[in-house]
Structure formats: C-alpha cells, structure tokens
C-alpha cells in the first residue's frame, strides 16, 4: 500500500523558513518523480516544485530562487526548504507521486497523494 505522509508545517513570520518533510512508503520511491503542491484557501492547486527520478529540478515562478527541493532515496523522503517566506505562500503543502520517472505539471498526472501540512506565513 502506497503511503505518502507530509511533516513541517507550521505558523511563522514574513521572512521565515520552513523545511517539509515527505515520507514515501509502499513502492520503488527512486523510480518516481515527486511533486509538491499547494491549495490556498478558494484557490485550485498549484504546482510549487518537482524532481525527476534523475534528480531534475523544476520550480514555479512564485517559488524560484527561494524554495529548493529534494529527495533522498535511501531514506525515500522528500523535502521542501522554504526561505524567505511571504504571506502569499498560506496554503495546504501536499506532495505526490507520479508513476513515471519523469514529471508533468498537472496534478491529473499524479497517481499518489499525501493528507498534506499546512504552512501560515503572517505579515
């Protein structure tokens, strides 16, 4: 059984950091690509950030330069680091995993999908 489960959400300050954690359970977690989103409240979901199986980065325009992610494959977990944190970034973070080893930007091309962690950046 498939098992994605998100950690290291929190409150914090405009100018903050946070670092998400995802755990990945049930499958060949090297073999994937893994994706992060976010859904602020009355908004669709948002792709933030994905790597490739081959560790290939790709960012959206609202996150580049301050988030960075990451996969270690030996402990099959997933991260977000968050820097510089604004109040536009409040959302529900979720990652997710697509069963190809390269990514895709819609979240329709994502097989499996954690509960989520929230993340509230105050002004």
Known sequence: ???????????????????????????????YCMAWFRQAPGKGREAVARIEADQWTYYSDSVKGRFTVSRDNAKNTLYLQMNGLKPEDTAMYYCAARRYRYCAVGDGEYTYWGQGTQVAVSS
């Open 1 to 31: 059984q498939v098992q994605l489960v998100e950690s290291g959400g929190g409150s914090v300050q405009a100018g903050g950091s946070l670092r998400l954690s995802c755990a990945a359970s049930g499958y060949t977690y090297s073999n």
